[in-house]
């Protein structure tokens, strides 16, 4: 949220992807942080990247459907990425969180 320079209010909506969100105390953490609102559970957390990336591909082969017609997927980088310079000191090439 930091990064993306949010507040907690301004999420709409909280889907969980990963296998680490089936475990109850991730999903009551979750819940706590954002005042007790409900998580979407409507996708499977093992399957939403490969949901992502058929929008994706469906978005590149020029599908003007209603279905993904409003959708904009960005890809980002997790973590920074960089060189060692200088004292082993890393110089980040690209930031984490930048779209790529």
Do not use: C, H, W
């Amino acid at each position: 949220l930091r990064d993306a320079k949010l507040d907690k209010a301004q999420i709409q909506d909280l889907v969980l992807v990963g296998g680490s969100t089936r475990i109850p105390k991730v999903q009551k953490l979750l819940q706590d942080f954002f005042n007790g609102r409900d998580l979407n559970k409507s996708i499977n957390p093992d399957e939403a990247v490969a949901y992502g990336a058929a929008v994706q591909a469906a978005i590149l082969m020029g599908d003007k459907s209603e279905n993904v017609q409003d959708l904009l997927l960005l890809d980002v980088a997790p973590l920074s990425l960089g060189l060692e310079t200088a004292g082993g000191v890393m110089t980040a090439l690209i930031k984490r969180n930048s779209t790529i």
